[in-house]
């Protein structure tokens, strides 16, 4: 089993910057690839970016490509997402996921953490 625990959410202004972390716990957090999800109320969760499970690789959707950047410290079984430049529409509940395999669609990873709530006023 693994734990994924999300921090880091809050509100901001557009234009701002947030960091987001998720920690990872239970069975070797370096046999997993990273994913970061969101959803808006009313929407269908998205995917937001991905890393490999050593770092080397990374995926972003289009919307947040040149303004998001995960990256991850295996030593300290976390994975982050820095966010900059927000706009509203980044407004979301954000999620992290681990899978074994490299997904970077789909919602069957082997693990979900619980969300962290990420508000951009305008």
């Known amino acids: 089993q693994v734990q994924l625990v999300e921090s880091g959410g809050g509100l901001v202004q557009a234009g701002g910057s947030l960091r987001l972390s998720c920690a990872a716990s239970g069975r070797t957090f370096s046999s997993y690839a990273m994913n970061w999800f969101r959803q808006a109320p009313g929407k269908e969760r998205e995917f937001v970016a991905a890393i490999s499970w050593s770092g080397g690789n990374t995926y972003y959707a289009d919307s947040v490509k040149g303004r998001f950047t995960i990256s991850r410290d295996n030593a300290k079984n976390t994975v982050y997402l820095q966010m900059n430049s927000l706009k509203p529409e980044d407004t979301a509940v954000y999620y992290c996921?681990?899978?074994?395999?490299?997904?970077?669609?789909?919602?069957?990873?082997?693990?979900w953490g619980q969300g962290t709530q990420v508000t951009v006023s305008s």
């Open positions: 996921a681990a899978d074994e395999a490299w997904r970077t669609s789909g919602y069957e990873y082997d693990y």
